[in-house]
């Protein structure tokens, strides 16, 4: 099955950035669609970017401008660039891919990683 290990998280103040890592066994992008999620204490997972075998890419009102999702197929690993970060931003922020037909930011993949950390202070 597809394996995923996300890395990259950390504590940084409100207009820094981050650039999270999705590392993915070596099908994965040709063959699935791929996602970033998030979960903060308290609240339901919600979709934050999203990528599918074309690379067309979606992302959630609230990040639109400030993230940015991408890939680096010769390192099999997804990124997720994170500007201007607000303490609304802080969650645990995982991986997910699925296979085609693309969920986009719906909760509906079936392989997720372990999760990194994100905390944003004001």
């Known amino acids: 099955e597809p394996q995923l290990a996300e890395s990259g998280g950390g504590s940084v103040k409100a207009g820094e950035s981050l650039k999270l890592s999705c590392k993915y066994s070596?099908?994965?992008?040709?063959?699935?669609?791929m996602a970033w999620f998030r979960q903060a204490p308290g609240k339901e997972r919600e979709g934050v970017a999203a990528i599918d075998s074309d690379r067309s890419t979606t992302y959630a009102d609230s990040v639109k401008g400030r993230f940015t999702i991408s890939d680096d197929e010769d390192k099999n690993t997804l990124y997720l660039q994170m500007n201007s970060l607000k303490p609304e931003d802080t969650a645990m922020y995982y991986c997910?891919?699925?296979?085609?037909?693309?969920?986009?930011?719906?909760?509906?993949?079936?392989?997720w990683g372990q999760g990194t950390q994100v905390t944003v202070s004001s």
């Open positions: 070596e099908y994965t992008f040709q063959t699935f669609c």
């Open positions: 997910a891919t699925d296979s085609i037909p693309c969920a986009g930011l719906l909760v509906e993949y079936n392989y």
